[in-house]
């Protein structure tokens, strides 16, 4: 029997309006009453009885075999999937617009790494028992951006990292022997590029710099690939740096040198994956997603068979990538905890993961399947990928992260554009930056 799905737009004309909390969006029974802490977190854990599973849209369907396969082995305890719309800015609010009234529409909550702290902050996620998830085997920055104050509160579902696409047939045209791992080795490597009839009317390198959610990731990435960081361990802004200054230069430079497209600027992730599958760009930085268009053989990329991966650079060295991906939390307003539970235990187990491969492009958390022959051998980026993935940093773990990620994309694209000198843009930044630290 194929799994029923909903999408929040039907749950909101069949129901009454979600702001009137005294009735609610109700698939399990009403609002539930505020949770009482509990001093052993697996006390928390009770009730069964159906659930609902609300996530965006997995287009692979990969999801919905997984939840498929659970309900036939628990017809008592079914998982009713809730789509949100694919903007992750309107899937967050719905998510907080439930939590706020206490609403049990939603069970078992889909989340973006970058809302881990603000779900966390707000109790709207419960804490996991600590040998709930496997983590010892889970890569360890995903498991670290699943944390709140060394607490667990979400269990990685899958992972992303960022990949350096390049034109390997241009290297060895021009005889540069290897990627470049540095800033300074790739423009060597693009001045002799460049250089060549075949690359003629090309640009050196592509990233994402449209003022928008992408700005914050390669902003974040340059900084912590000179060395620097947006914030410290304590949540604390630190762009006022010398190191943050040099990896904005990196961007600003960029640009002022004409090594990006002048319409970079406008580029988000499909832009860029646009450009070096046209063959306008040398290098492209993007997510591991793309790979599969850059390679088709229906004739619409120009590069496939062309190109080859490695790690972002850095300024001496590999660079840092920013880390992308999903982690299952648990509404403490659902009345069905336990079922909730094992469901999450059971859609994020390696087991799942593995069976989602065979359908979905999205990267698991276990390292294990990044080495496993069977999985190479259709994704051979993935040694190089784990190899991202183990060296990357979340972006900024704030509760505040909405308004973060703002001033980030403001005052980047301010400096980018010309608009401010680099240190003025920072000095800026910091200024916000520590002013909602504070709140």
């Known amino acids: ?63 919905n075999k997984s939840i498929e396969e659970w309900n036939t082995a628990h017809p008592d305890e079914k998982v009713t999937f809730i789509e949100l719309p ?7 609010q719905q998510l907080i617009q439930n939590a706020q009234i206490k609403s049990d529409t939603f069970s078992v909550l889909n989340l973006d790494v970058v809302w881990t702290s603000e779900f966390a902050a707000n109790k709207w ?50 005889g540069v022997a290897a990627p470049p791992k540095t800033w300074d080795e790739m423009k060597t490597a693009c001045k002799a590029i460049l250089a060549l009839p075949e690359a003629a009317g090309m640009s050196c390198y592509a990233g994402q710099f449209d003022k928008n959610e992408a700005l914050t ?84 990329s120009k590069v496939n068979g062309k190109f080859d991966i490695t790690s972002i650079p850095g300024t001496d060295g590999p660079g840092v990538s920013t880390l992308g991906g999903r982690s299952l939390a648990i509404s403490p307003f659902t009345p069905n905890k336990a079922t909730a539970l094992e469901f999450v235990k059971f859609f994020t187990s390696q087991e799942q993961a593995q069976k ?28 190089t990928l784990l190899k991202s993935l183990n060296n990357a940093q979340p972006r900024p773990k704030v509760v505040q992260y909405g308004a973060t990620t703002k001033a980030i994309q403001e005052e980047a694209y301010a400096a980018i554009t010309g608009k401010k000198d680099t240190d003025t843009a920072l000095n800026d930044m910091q200024a916000k930056l520590t002013e909602l630290a504070a709140k």
Request: with cysteine; charged share 20%; net charge neutral.
């Open 1 to 63: 029997m194929r799994q029923r799905r909903h999408t929040w737009q039907t749950l909101l004309t069949t129901t009454a309006l979600v702001t009137a909390a005294a009735t609610g969006l109700t698939a399990c029974g009403g609002t539930s009453p505020e949770p009482k802490a509990s001093a052993n977190p697996a006390a928390a854990f009770e009730g069964k009885g159906p659930i609902n599973y609300v996530s965006n849209r997995d287009a692979s369907g990969a999801a």
């Open 86 to 92: 694919d903007s992750a800015d309107q899937q967050r």
């Open 125 to 174: 996620i419960l804490p996991l028992p600590a040998d709930a998830i496997p983590t010892d085997k889970m890569i360890p920055p995903t498991v670290n951006a699943a944390k709140y104050r060394d607490t667990l509160v979400g269990a990685p579902y899958y992972t992303d990292g960022a990949l350096f696409y390049f034109r390997s047939d241009l290297l060895k045209a021009a």
């Open 217 to 300: 990731v390669n902003f974040s990435e340059a900084v912590a690939s000179a060395g620097g960081s947006v914030v410290n361990a304590e949540g604390k802004p630190t762009v006022n740096t010398a190191e943050a200054k040099k990896g904005l230069n990196l961007l600003v430079d960029g640009f002022k040198e004409g090594l990006f497209p002048s319409d970079a600027i406008t580029y988000l992730e499909e832009q860029g994956r646009r450009a070096f599958q046209d063959g306008k760009v040398v290098f492209l930085r993007n997510w591991p997603f793309v790979y599969a268009s850059l390679s088709a053989t229906d004739g619409s």
């Open 356 to 383: 989602r491969l065979e359908l979905s492009s999205r990267a698991p958390v276990y390292g294990a399947l990044f080495e496993d022959p069977a999985v190479v051998a259709k994704r051979p980026f993935f040694p």
